[in-house]
């Protein structure tokens, strides 16, 4: 197996589907000849030719509803937005035409389409290239919402949407494209090459959707989290030398509720980490969720550190990103309770 950073295996998984799936094709803006702004379909274009693999017009909406017709007859189109900031034009055509097409037609077409797009902050982005989005799309019925914390997952993940007969969303961390973070923003940058995760395979295979991940076992209490998360979870782990159990959610729809449950029941103690805004994020949801299965369980209140209700501000990134000592002392709460 090769060694690869979170771009290269999304590439590597864009690749082995061109090749394997005729009706698999690739657009978006500057995707083809250009290889997308993070070069994420880099040489794609060259393989597979211009018909596979090639460039929109700035138009998300026109993006969004090009891939919701071709996929309604048949193809499996892979998009990409450049950036999750600008996903919004498009959000109509997900919500009223792509998660309802399979219901209203009752089950006549389905519109098996995979969007792929960056999120998240940590790159100096300012407020409209940092955002997290994603409780907006799994608080839709009909769209399935996916986040990869590491470039194994995140090329077995993107083959088992492409391959899904429903309309994935898969987010991209882009600050982990090129390496694990762990929120320690002031020391030295870490590469993949190292970790353990981004020995990946050439060829096809699949990480199963609605499926979560322990990615660390311990005793004293459960981390939900995903994408860059899970990297700061095992940092804020590190910090307070606290026995955590830190769980990878990876699809956040479909949800893996055994999985959660069965580490908060074992824990009895519960931290929720993401990075967008507080309010009506994902954790919420999260929050209720294990509120409902481990309630006679837990031993204190559960505990959620998320990004500020604010836009994503560019001078202070670092007080609004969740970073290990904020985590740290969440997890200290929860064992006090």
Known sequence: MASMN????????????????????IFGQDVGYFGGVFRATEGLQ?????????????????IVAAAIGMAAYG????????????????YDQLVSEAARLRYRSAGDFTSPFTLRTPYGGGIFGGQTHSQSPEALFTHVAGLKTVIPSNPYDAKGLLISAIEDDDPVIF???????????????????????KHPRSETPDGYYKVPLGKAEVVREGADLTILAYGTMVHVALA??????LDAEVVDIRTLLPIDIDTIAGSVNKTGRCVILHEATRTSG?????????QEACFYRLEAPIERVTGWDTPYPHAFEWEYFPGPLRVAKAMRKVMEG
Request: glycine share 10%.
């Open 46 to 62: 060259k393989k597979h030719g211009a018909t596979r693999c090639f460039d929109s017009p700035i138009a998300e909406g026109g």
């Open 75 to 90: 193809l499996r189109p892979v998009v990409e937005i450049q950036f999750a900031d600008y996903i919004y034009p498009g």
């Open 6 to 25: 979170m771009i290269q295996a999304i590439n590597s998984a864009l690749d082995v589907m061109l090749g394997k799936d005729p009706d698999v094709l």
């Open 236 to 241: 804020a782990t590190a910090e307070t030398g």
């Open 282 to 290: 994902f954790g919420a949801e999260l929050s209720a969720l294990v």
């Open 171 to 193: 987010l991209e961390p882009k600050r982990i494209y090129n390496g694990p973070f762990d929120g320690w923003h002031d020391r030295p940058v870490q590469s993949w090459a």
